[in-house]
C-alpha cells in the first residue's frame, strides 16, 4: 500500500527540521526525507556528534547551535527518513524516492522543498584538476571527520564562507599559503548606503572582523582584486597563476586549491515542476518567486529556507516555521487570524535578519568573468566541453539553452546542469548581447537524481499505476 502524509518534506536542514516541528506541533502528519544520514543540512552537518566535541567548538557558537534544533526535531513525531533521494515529483503530490537501493512512490497532501542552495558554479581553467575543490566540500570534510589539508592550502573567492573557513581551519591546526581574493575593488564604497542597516546588524558584522583578525593574526597572506586565476599541472595540481588589478600575471607552487563565489538557491526541483522563476540582480542567479507563506506558483508546493532566497541558517528556520504556518492554513488546520498572529512576530525576525544581505551583496558581488570563461575552459564536467564548444554552438542562428543541450550535450550528464547551467546561460547572453534573464534556464527533467535500473524496477507498479489514476 502506497503512504500518505499530510506534508512530505524535502530535506532535513535549518529549514526542513524547523518547519517539521511546527507543522507536528499543529497536528499534521509529516515525513521528511533527506539525502545525508543525519539531520542538519550543509551549515550544520554532522552536527548531533560533532557540536559536543573539540571539533564543535573550533567550528563555533553558529554550528553548535544547531545541535538543539536537531534535538527538538527527533523529538517532534515526524517520520524522517535520512540516506533518501527523491528523483521525481509529480504535481499531484506523487513523490518518488530511492531509500537503500529500493524505489517507493509517497502520496502528499502538500510538498515542502527545503533543499538549501549550492556554491555557486565558477569554471576556470584546470579547476577539474585533482587538489582542486570547493570551500564547502573543505568544510564537509572538516565537520564530518576533521580533516585538515597537510599541506598549506590556497583558498580563491570572496564572500562569508570563505572567511568562515579559513578561521575554522587556522583553529584546526591548517595552514594558508595564501587568499585570492576576488572581491572587485571598492568593496566598502559599494556597502555605505547600507551603514545604517549594518549598524543594527553589529554582531553579524563583528563575526565577519573577527575573522579577518584571525588571518591577519596568522600572517595569512592576503591578495586582493585578482582578476582571473587558473590551476596548472601535470594529473594533478602543481601550480596557481593569477592575474592582479594591474595586468600583471604571477605563479606559485600549490598543492590544494579552494575556491569559492557565494552561493545560490538550489532550484532544479522547482524548475523540473515548472514553477515560475524571476532573477535576482543582486545574487545573480534565479529563485523561486513565491507568496507571503512560501507558496509557489503550483499550489500546494512551498520552498523555505536559503533554496527561497540566500539568508543563512536563522533565517532558514523561520522560513521554514511561516511556511508551516502557511500550509496549516491552506489544509485548514488553522484559521487565518490565529496564522497571521503566529506568523507577525515571525516576519518581523526574518526582516531583521534579511537586513545585512544586501550590503553582503554588494560586498562580495561574483567577480564579472566568473561565468564568461576563456575559450579553453571545461564547463561541462560531466560530458567534457568547453567554453569554446558552446560559442561554437551558439552561432548556430540564436539558441537557447535547451537548444545547446541538443547541440551539445551541455546538461545532460549525473549532474544535470547543476554545474553549467548558469554558465551556459551567461555565454549564451554575452554572444546574443541580451540579458541573462532573457535567456533563461535549462527545461529539467525526471530523474532528478541518478537512478539505476534495480531501483526502478523495485518500484511497485500497482502502486505507481494508482498514482498516475488519481
Known amino acids: 500500500m502506497m503512504r500518505e502524509f499530510d506534508v512530505l518534506i524535502v530535506g ?55 545541535a538543539a534544533l536537531a534535538e527538538a526535531f527527533r523529538r517532534s513525531g515526524a517520520v524522517y527518513e535520512p540516506g533518501t533521494q527523491v528523483w521525481q515529483i509529480e504535481p499531484d503530490w506523487h513523490v518518488y524516492m530511492t531509500r537503500a537501493g529500493k524505489a517507493e512512490a509517497v502520496r502528499a497532501n502538500q510538498v515542502l522543498l527545503a533543499t538549501g542552495a549550492q556554491e555557486r558554479p565558477m ?13 564547502g566540500a573543505a568544510q564537509i570534510l572538516l565537520k564530518t571527520s576533521r580533516q585538515v589539508p597537510a599541506q598549506p592550502v590556497w583558498v580563491a573567492g570572496s564572500g562569508p564562507l570563505a572567511l568562515l573557513y579559513m578561521a575554522q581551519l587556522l583553529r584546526a591546526g591548517g595552514k594558508i599559503a595564501g587568499w585570492l581574493d576576488t572581491a572587485p575593488p571598492g568593496a566598502w564604497r559599494r556597502a555605505l548606503p547600507y551603514l545604517g542597516d549594518a549598524l543594527r546588524r553589529a554582531g553579524e558584522v563583528g563575526k565577519g572582523l573577527r575573522w579577518l583578525r584571525e588571518l591577519r593574526a596568522a600572517g595569512v597572506r592576503r591578495i586582493a582584486g585578482v582578476r582571473e586565476f587558473r590551476a596548472l599541472g601535470e594529473g594533478r595540481l602543481q ?16 598543492q590544494v586549491l579552494l575556491v569559492h563565489e557565494g552561493v545560490v538557491p538550489s532550484i532544479h ?17 534565479l529563485a523561486p518567486v513565491l507568496d507571503e507563506w512560501g507558496r509557489t506558483s ?3 508546493l512551498y520552498v523555505a529556507g536559503d533554496g527561497a532566497g540566500i539568508g543563512g541558517a536563522n533565517a532558514a528556520c523561520v522560513r521554514g516555521e511561516i511556511a508551516a504556518l502557511g500550509m496549516a492554513l491552506a489544509a485548514g488546520a488553522l484559521n487565518a487570524a490565529k496564522a497571521s498572529a503566529a506568523a507577525a512576530p515571525l516576519r518581523a525576525s526574518l526582516a531583521d535578519m534579511l537586513r545585512l544581505r544586501p550590503m553582503l551583496d554588494a560586498l562580495y558581488p561574483p567577480r564579472p568573468n ?14 567534457e566541453l568547453t567554453a569554446g564548444d558552446i560559442r561554437k554552438a551558439a552561432d548556430l542562428g ?62 511497485d507498479l500497482e502502486d505507481a499505476q494508482k498514482a498516475e489514476a488519481k
Open 12 to 66: 532535513a536542514g535549518p529549514a526542513g527540521m524547523s518547519a517539521a516541528i511546527r507543522l507536528r506541533a499543529m497536528g499534521r502528519d509529516v515525513l521528511v526525507v533527506d539525502e545525508q544520514p543525519a539531520p542538519g543540512g550543509q551549515i550544520w552537518r554532522a552536527v548531533e556528534t560533532v557540536a559536543a566535541t573539540p571539533t564543535g567548538a573550533l567550528l563555533g557558537d553558529e554550528y553548535r547551535a544547531g
Open 123 to 135: 569554471p576556470f581553467p584546470g579547476w577539474t584538476l585533482p587538489g582542486v575543490l570547493t570551500v
Open 239 to 254: 601550480q596557481i597563476e593569477y592575474t592582479l588589478p594591474g595586468g600583471a600575471t604571477q605563479r606559485a607552487d600549490a
Open 269 to 285: 526541483m522547482t524548475r523540473a515542476l515548472e514553477c515560475e522563476h524571476a532573477w535576482s540582480e543582486q545574487q545573480s542567479c
Open 298 to 300: 503550483r499550489p500546494g
Open 370 to 383: 566568473v561565468s564568461s570563461p576563456a575559450d579553453d575552459t571545461i564547463v561541462c564536467r560531466c560530458e
Open 398 to 459: 540564436q539558441p537557447g539553452p535547451n537548444q545547446i543541450k541538443s547541440f551539445t550535450r551541455a546538461g545532460m550528464g549525473p549532474c544535470q546542469g547543476r554545474q553549467c547551467g548558469y554558465t551556459i546561460a551567461h555565454i549564451l547572453a554575452e554572444k546574443q548581447k541580451r540579458p541573462v534573464a532573457e535567456v533563461g534556464f535549462y527545461r529539467v527533467r525526471p530523474p532528478l537524481k541518478p537512478l539505476t535500473l534495480g531501483e526502478l524496477a523495485s518500484l
